[in-house]
């Protein structure tokens, strides 16, 4: 091919897997919509809802998985469906521990991928020097502000350093994420910690805030969608660069 025909194919490729993935995307949309139009009460906690809540993101984990295949599981696939068992736990509130360990360990898998080959980064800028550190204080601030609120609960002693090692984990999981350079991954994991310092906020009596359920479970959706999204289009750039060099030579 000469170099006009391969960026004609390039753009048809572009374009199907535009339409491809737009496809996929399909069920995780129905699914919200299903999930915000029953909007079943936290006062009525059921497998059905369970099921509903963590629906959109098994069709995430499907997603990651068409495209990335076994090896997602180890990766964001597998993040997300941890992610989902922590959906369902967080619907009984006496499972709220156990819930929060499931997103905890979907953290540790978005670390390790966020360090993988596909995603290595160049050299960091000052100010992505910077971001880590906004990232570093915000979390420790956030947490030390938080710990006079936690050990008013009656589980404080498992509270305190629960929240003290997940805060610690989606930090770094932020961190890694900035490191990637890739806006989507950045923008998810951001998102993500917005949407769980609310419900941080909320559950512990420091804020009351007005439509709390519509914001978190919103921003939780859309962050996931993004760290989902960001993982597909790496790898797909991953296969792309793998077909040129095979051209090439």
Not at 123 to 131: D, E, M, N, Q
Not at 134 to 147: E, K, S
Not at 173 to 190: D, E, H, V
Request: charged share 15%.
């Amino acid at each position: 091919m000469d170099i006009l025909e391969t960026s004609a194919y390039d753009r048809r490729q572009r374009r199907n897997t535009t339409c491809v993935l737009f496809l996929y995307l399909l069920p995780f949309f129905a699914s919200c919509a299903i999930y915000f139009y029953l909007w079943i009460p936290d006062s009525a906690p059921s497998l059905l809802a369970a099921g509903i809540k963590a629906s959109p993101i098994l069709s995430l984990v499907l997603l990651v998985f068409s495209y990335n295949g076994g090896r997602s599981l180890g990766g964001v696939a597998g993040g997300l469906l941890l992610s989902a068992g922590g959906d369902c736990c967080l619907i009984w509130p006496e499972l709220f521990i156990h819930g929060m360990a499931c997103f905890a360990l979907a953290h540790l898998l978005y670390s390790i991928t966020f360090l993988s080959s596909r995603y290595s980064a160049a050299s960091s800028s000052f100010s992505f020097f910077f971001l880590y550190l906004i990232l570093w204080f915000f979390g420790i601030g956030m947490y030390a502000y938080l710990v006079p609120f936690l050990r008013t609960d009656p589980e404080a002693d498992v509270l305190v350093p629960a929240i003290g090692g997940y805060m610690f984990l989606i930090v770094i999981m932020a961190t890694l994420a900035a490191r990637t350079r890739r806006p989507l991954i950045l923008l998810g994991s951001l998102v993500f910690m917005a949407s769980d310092l609310t419900i941080a906020l909320t559950k512990f009596n420091v804020l009351d805030v007005e439509y709390k359920r519509h914001i978190i479970m919103t921003t939780y959706y859309l962050a996931q969608l993004m760290i989902a999204l960001g993982d597909v289009k790496a790898v797909l750039e991953e296969d792309a660069d793998d077909i040129h060099k095979w051209k090439r030579s």
